[in-house]
């Protein structure tokens, strides 16, 4: 399995991107900096996109990715998430105010667009992937995934402050190569940290406290906000006994 980090920040400057994976040439995992980063050829390959939540910086480039598909007469793109994030971008997104309504215009096969809903704890095959989406603690219905291929397995955590479904099920899996999980706010923002629901240095390593796989399994850090950067790794630095990394952008991985 291959990943790559297109966004990984929780803001923007020209240095920074919003939430973004690839995995493989096929998946996506939220939508923060797909078009940004990716040439036509390689948005064009994109099948699928796996949403966590409705929030704009998760879900900003669905609207040129459809855009750009449509006018590549491309095949249809899967927008996969709950049904609280489908139901969200049906209202709010694609709804012909906001944006247009790609699911009722066509490109090469069919609509550009399709929504998919799969359900909480359910196994649902996303492009030859199994891909089990978690719920998680957030203002907004979150959910994390466990993506999974040929007996190799990543969790990406979603948006969340503390939660515990989500460490229950990542220790239940015996083929886990990689955990990634957001820390967004120095120790010294713990209120607006816990308004959010966002996780800090401090409450990451109160998390981490839950998790039972070995101390060698990497955990990929995503969501620093750009203002607290900083702060943020001078409070991870304390953060002792997990193998940490902070992602930066066009990180790829092969396990």
């Known amino acids: 399995m291959q990943l790559r980090v297109l966004g990984c920040h929780g803001g923007e400057t020209p240095k920074h991107r919003t939430s973004s994976f690839l ?3 096929e998946l996506a995992i939220d939508a923060g900096a ?6 036509l050829d390689e948005q064009e390959r994109i099948r699928s996109v796996l949403v966590s939540h409705p929030h704009m910086d998760h879900v900003r480039d669905l609207a040129t990715l459809a855009d750009n598909r449509c ?6 793109l899967d927008i ?25 215009i066509d490109a090469k096969d069919g609509p550009t667009v399709r929504f998919i809903e799969v359900q909480p704890n359910e196994v649902t095959d996303v492009d030859g992937y199994e891909v089990t989406p978690i719920m ?4 907004v219905d979150t959910s994390a995934f466990i993506i999974r291929q040929n007996a190799t397995s990543i969790v990406y955590g979603g948006d969340t402050g503390p939660t515990d479904e989500l460490w229950t099920r990542i220790n239940a899996l015996d083929d886990l190569q990689a955990l990634m999980i957001e820390v967004s706010f120095p120790n010294d923002e713990a209120d607006v940290a816990h308004s959010s629901r966002h996780l800090t240095p ?3 390593a109160s998390e981490l406290g839950k998790l039972e796989q070995s101390e060698e399994l990497p955990i990929w850090l995503y969501h620093i906000k750009p203002t607290f950067e900083a702060r943020v790794l001078r ?3 304390q953060v002792r006994g997990r193998n940490l990394q902070v992602l930066q952008l ?3 991985f092969l396990l």
């Open 71 to 76: 006018q590549q007469g491309g095949s249809t």
């Open 250 to 252: 066009e990180d790829e």
């Open 34 to 39: 797909i078009t940004s980063m990716l040439s």
């Open 136 to 139: 998680v603690n957030h203002t």
């Open 80 to 104: 996969v998430g709950v049904p609280a994030s489908i139901d969200a971008l049906r209202k709010h997104f694609f709804n012909d105010i906001i944006w247009p309504d790609f699911t009722r």
């Open 23 to 25: 995995v493989g040439d």
């Open 202 to 204: 401090e409450t990451l």
């Open 235 to 237: 409070d991870l630095a």
